[in-house]
């Protein structure tokens, strides 16, 4: 959608207004009639408890109720507050210096435009909203004896509720809307809707925000393009092997392990930006796991089944195509999860076969999940498993909704302002691309993983969990481990991973770098950004860790590349994906991959 430009106001026709209602008014039907028969057909169900919700906001309100000087108290310091607010705004529009009561939190973008701090009024609404949300946030932190996880729930959906009703998210309180609507006539907003009723569309009568340039970007074509070949696939994965950019290559080859929750190529972007081809390009010989995006015929498959039909038939598959019996082996997310688990197996059964392992942003003790622990109770995980139960699976979408809603700001409302408001078009943006091509995920496996690993934390408990009848013992693992977690993950929480590499018997290297989940992992050396901490210590407290490691600039990549190349044995010339005892499938990135 083309922007007009900003010194051409332009008027819709009286005509052309009447045309787009009757247009918008007739797809407004037509999705809300396709919800409705969705919804009756048990698509729409959500395999998250409300009730657990309103169970919660009842208990607070009751231990609020009986300890009123909490109220009291946030009310009074609300009042004093907006007393100053009420001073400082009157000097402003006399002409006079104002002092400022309160500011946004710093890396708060939603108001970066200059009206919020230059314009009177525009200041004046943002600290009256900064404030309210300051008394409300209050009452539910300061509020006493309430459960740790009841007070959590209460938090988690009172922040998204004060980020939902900020005055940058309306069309009458936002400068910049206020600004694009008088130099278009109103024509932003009329294409803002024509973005909502997409999305809805989209969506199935759902809101399924664009997020970014669904146009801009085509799987093996610009993205997950690093030239290799499919050698080994079954129910679960396709494995990859690259080819090789360099004459020699390390020995021991590198299997990437990356989640199921979304597809691969988070790791395989752009080539500025791509892991996998960095890697190659250091002399690894790189494979990949490909996971399948499954349906309802593979709601049977457990997590189990993800050990043995993922990295341990992919390390059975590059000894074929290699000859090596041994491998380093690098987990993404769940990913880092499954190849923690897949160690500890071959660990009880006796097999090496695994010679270090890297594990990114990925959690094994789980006593802290974070905030996403607020949806994982045993009610909800009633929920989930009705839900699954009916279908085979658990919808991507509904993943990726809860992965939004813990950046609701960047991942919701910023998208709301610019497509609705705005009326632009989203920037393409090829993280963000990945983020939207979600997957499903088995029934049997996520309410497994989600009871028995997120919910009881049994993992880090010495024959806690089975796999493949047999119990697994995380301690007893003595295999080297290089731990990457990012300062600002929401979804793995450092301070948690930190945790968990303490449960390891073996050598273990931690490292903390920047930014988030996925941004903090894919940080290529060229980009020269965030940084990351080192310290050889292994205290007991990750904030004692942390107030003793040295900070690094630039990336963390060639850092690990130093760790990596020592256990990846001597220089051998380079091998090609067909030359061993696996014939090449077809290209990559293969077909799963493609699935939608």
């Known amino acids: 959608m083309t922007e007009r430009p900003s010194h051409t106001p332009i008027t819709p026709s009286p005509a052309e207004m009447a045309r787009k209602f009757e247009e918008f008014t007739k797809k407004s039907e037509e999705i ?146 206020i600004r694009k609507t008088r130099e278009t006539g109103g024509q932003n907003l009329i294409d803002g809707f024509e973005n909502l009723l997409r ?34 696939e079954n129910d679960l994965m396709q494995l990859i092997q690259y080819n090789p950019s360099t004459e020699a290559v390390h020995e021991r080859p590198l299997l990437i392990v990356p989640p199921w929750i979304n597809k691969y190529y988070a790791l395989d972007l752009k080539s500025d930006n791509s892991m996998v081809k960095w890697l190659v390009d250091q002399g690894y010989t790189v494979f990949l796991i490909s996971w399948v995006n499954p349906g309802a015929d593979l709601a049977h498959k457990g997590f189990d089944d993800y050990m043995l039909e993922g990295p341990i038939a992919a390390v059975d598959a590059i000894e074929k195509a290699t000859g090596q019996k041994q491998v380093n082996v690098a987990g993404y997310c769940i990913g880092g999860t499954l190849t923690a688990t897949t160690i500890a197996y071959l660990t009880a059964t006796g097999d090496k076969r695994i010679a270090s392992a890297t594990l990114m942003a990925c959690m094994t003790d789980f006593s802290d999940a974070g905030e996403l622990s607020v949806f994982i109770d045993d009610d909800q995980l009633a929920a989930l498993k009705a839900v699954v139960d009916r279908r085979g699976y658990l919808s991507g979408d509904d993943m990726a909704g809860v992965v939004s809603l813990l950046r609701a700001n960047d991942l919701i409302w910023s998208h709301v302002v610019n497509n609705y408001l705005l009326g632009k078009t989203p920037m393409p943006f090829d993280m963000v691309y990945w983020f939207q091509d979600s997957t499903r995920l088995p029934g049997k496996m996520i309410t497994w993983y989600l009871e028995n690993i997120y919910h009881k934390n049994l993992l880090v408990k010495p024959g806690g969990v089975s796999l493949a009848g047999t119990p697994i013992d995380l301690s007893k693992i003595k295999t080297p481990l290089y731990f990457l977690s990012a300062e600002e993950d929401h979804i793995c929480p450092w301070e948690s991973t930190y945790n968990g590499a303490k449960t390891f018997e073996g050598p273990v290297t931690f490292v903390l770098g920047g930014s988030g989940h996925n941004a903090g992992v894919v940080n290529p050396p060229a980009k020269g950004k965030y940084g990351y901490r080192t310290n050889p210590k292994r205290p007991d407290d990750a904030h004692t860790w942390l107030e003793g490691a040295s900070q690094h600039d630039g990336s963390w990549w060639p850092h690990w590349s130093e760790w990596l190349a020592k256990r990846s044995g001597k220089q051998v010339a380079a091998r090609r994906p067909g030359e061993g005892e696996l014939a090449i499938i077809e290209p990559a990135p293969g077909r799963y991959v493609m699935v939608s």
């Open 199 to 232: 999305d809805l569309e989209r969506g199935q009568g759902e809101l399924k925000i664009t997020m970014s340039d669904r146009e801009a970007f085509t799987v093996g074509e610009n993205l997950a393009y690093t030239p290799g070949a499919v050698v080994f």
């Open 32 to 177: 809300f009639w396709a919800f409705m028969e969705r919804y009756r057909d048990g698509g729409g169900a959500k395999p998250f408890d409300p009730a657990a919700i309103g169970n919660a906001f009842w208990e607070w309100n009751q231990k609020l109720l009986a300890d009123p000087t909490v109220f009291f108290k946030a009310q009074r310091q609300y009042w004093e507050d907006s007393a100053k607010l009420f001073r400082a705004t009157q000097a402003k529009l006399a002409g006079e210096a104002g002092d400022t009561v309160i500011a946004p939190d710093k890396g708060d973008r939603r108001f970066r435009d200059p009206s919020w701090n230059d314009e009177v009024v525009f200041d004046h609404l943002k600290q009256s909203y900064l404030l309210s949300a300051r008394f409300v946030h209050a009452l539910v932190s300061e509020v006493r004896d309430l459960d740790d996880q009841t007070r959590e729930k209460v938090d988690f959906y009172t922040r998204r509720y004060i980020e939902s009703v900020a005055p940058t998210n309306f069309a009458a309180t936002n400068p910049e809307v």
